[in-house]
């Protein structure tokens, strides 16, 4: 069930070379860009609180052993206004995560990729803000 | 997807570096000062006053920037091969959007996902900022360009995250300010406008600021009361609420994204003006006046569209705000892996 995964150097360079966006705070200040996690487990609870949701995973490594993760997500207003709700993601269910993990070694993450077990996304985005009665950025 | 979130990523830099740029002088006054006036009349209210009750995100604004790219001059507006570029960049982010799996050699970042993010409508205006007629921020007084090296100097060997003070306003989940809660950013624009007799409310999602606006012409406290958000008075210039606002915090917010930029003083004067110009737009312009921080007042003007299906949630900022925690222990155990280092080295 569990993979933790490295990649080289060399992506991570790249990626942390692009200048951030400014969500609510620096996400390099809280996360590692050599320390590249793939988790796959159950949701034990979503956290739907401000400034960004927390997805709370169970993690079992192959020896049997249970870990419990933090991941970091989007902003629930957001989350909201596309569609996503409380209902969404329920407790046991099965997700993939691909990010980086806390500075301090804790078992926190950032959510660069969460998906379903086949690789659908969680969070399918919409064009404009996703609110029913926007047109889209072309109309 | 992950060409999306590395579009939006240099778009919003260039936002945050216009923002940042050291800025040019600036000679003579603008002809775009002063709001174009609207045809369009308001419906009333019961009590008389024109009605500007609603929901006015800024979302369609998100990808314009606040200060003019300097290569544009006076231009107040795209060329027709700069509006196809943005309307071809909206179109590639909305494809992106619908992609529903993730692709197998999708790059991770450490940086938020698209998903996170608000996309903003092509816009044909080159900057939010209209006057000076550059489109940008003048130049800092004396004053305000010394004060801004002695907080450069004080932070001189100190380290972004020693403690939850190096942390901005936003990040500590206290305030925005006036302008960096009106200001477009990538989530979270909702601003609600509701009227009572004698009274409008101003509502901004994030951060949670309500500002309660009395029309009565009643004069502001006395100098020694302060806040992050001001002190305004409104009243009516036939159909425009005209906002006037004093009595802030000094050398707090800043008068750019999410309150960024460099700090207004406590003498800041700021004239908002509310003007519905069709069934479902509105003008907004702010106009920045502190003598103490800027050579000269500049104004910010926005179209704003009504949407009704953009509700405003609470934004109840400090519940969750794990992350400050997470960036001072981050911090911490750098510290202790660098002290760590350093012994070995020794050995």
Known sequence: M???LSVSAALIGLLVAVSPVRAHHAFAAEYDGKKQVHLEGVVTQMEWINPHTWIHIDVTEPDGKVTSWMVEGGSPNILLRRGFNKGSLEKGQKIAVDGFQAKDGSNRANGSN???PDGKKLFLGSSGTGAPADPGPNK | MREHVLTSLIV???VLASVLLVTLPVIGQSPDTKSKKSTYTPPKLPWGDPDL????????L??????????????TEVTQEEFAQRQAKA????ENDKVAYVAKDSKVGINPPGYWLEHGKPQKITSLVVDPPNGRIPELTEQAKQKAAQAKQAKQGHGPNETWEDQSLYDRCISRGVMGSILPVIYNNGTQIVQGPGYVAIRYEMIHETKIIPLDGRPHPGSNIKSYMGDSRGHWEGNTLVIETTNFLGDKNG????GGGTPHSADMVLTEKWTRTGPDMMEYTATINDPKTWVRPWTIRMP?????EFPLYEYACHEGNYAMFNMLKGARAEEKAAEEAAKTGKK
């Not at chain 2, 008068?255 to 999410?258: A, E, R, T, V, Y």
């Open chain 2, 255 to 258: 008068i750019g994204l999410n």
């Open chain 2, 91 to 94: 179109e590639r982010t909305a």
């Open chain 2, 304 to 308: 704003l569209r009504l949407n009704p």
């Open chain 2, 12 to 14: 919003l830099s260039a």
């Open chain 1, 2 to 4: 569990r993979k933790i």
């Open chain 2, 53 to 60: 009750q609603g929901l006015w995100p800024g979302t369609d």
């Open chain 1, 114 to 116: 969460i998906t379903y």
């Open chain 2, 62 to 75: 998100i990808e314009v920037p606040l200060q003019r790219d300097a290569k544009a001059g006076e231009r």
